[in-house]
């Protein structure tokens, strides 16, 4: 595929993908150059611009208030044209010049019940593609949703630094906003992954932690130090990524091979209980488009648990 081809994949998806209701006049990134929207990787661009969403479900164990609680997670990886001043989905990429770049982004949908009533959450990344002119992610976003009540939370880069914002219904955490070092997210991890051919980098980081791992332990968000090792077999790579200054490690199992599809993930916070999930099933699918009632078979060959 040449860069032409590639280019009328990119144009072709930002006018089928998801319209996105956001709106947001506060610049929260300068735009700094010119940057190819598309991956310089063929088997890449045809995999990722094609017009469709990867979409896979993994059997989630959680663990919460004690006790492993059964669950289920829906992985949405799909690319789309980003605004990088307004850190939203661009309505007309074609005209948003400079402003326009191509990002990955993942919608991570976790829903799991406890006793009588259920959580559901989803946490939304939004990470370049050209890694070399912008290294971090630009966007993450985590809503919590429960029985007691929901929080959210949203961090924006801007330069240097990450603008962090939280709402919430509980006292305790109340509503918060501060700035904080920009670095590596732990939230976007998967989608480095994905963009960098299965690759994270090993050594000592600064990473911030997962934003669902803040909530659920009190937490006050912040950078933290991390190491990150990798084990490799046959047909997998394992990626073991342990803090160094809070009880937390999270280990990641990653197809060894293209396109380094997430197979399995492990989180434990020191409390006997560790969170796991395992891949059930993936297909790649336009999902935006298929919202009939005949669509619903689709659900079925994702092994979704509810038809």
Known sequence: MNTKTALLYLVLFSFIGCQSGQTNTTPQASVKEVNN??????????????GKAELSSYTLKQARYGEIRDGEVVLVFVTEPFSLSKQ????NPQKAGNDNISVMKLNHVRKFNTGIYDYSIVTSTFTPINTKNHPFTLKASTSIQEWCGHTFT????????????????????GDAEKTIHATYLEEALFTKIRIAKGELPEGEINLIPSTIYNRFNYKKLDVEKANISKTTSEKTLTYKIKYLSINRTLSIEVEKDFPYKILSWTENDGTGLTTTAKLKASSNEPYWKQKKRSDQSKRKALKLKYE
């Open 88 to 91: 939203v989905k661009l309505d």
């Open 37 to 50: 929207p598309i991956s310089e990787n063929d088997q890449f661009n045809k995999y990722w611009y094609s």
């Open 154 to 173: 949203q961090l924006n880069l801007a330069d240097d630094t990450y603008n962090f914002k939280q709402f919430s219904y509980f006292e305790a955490d």
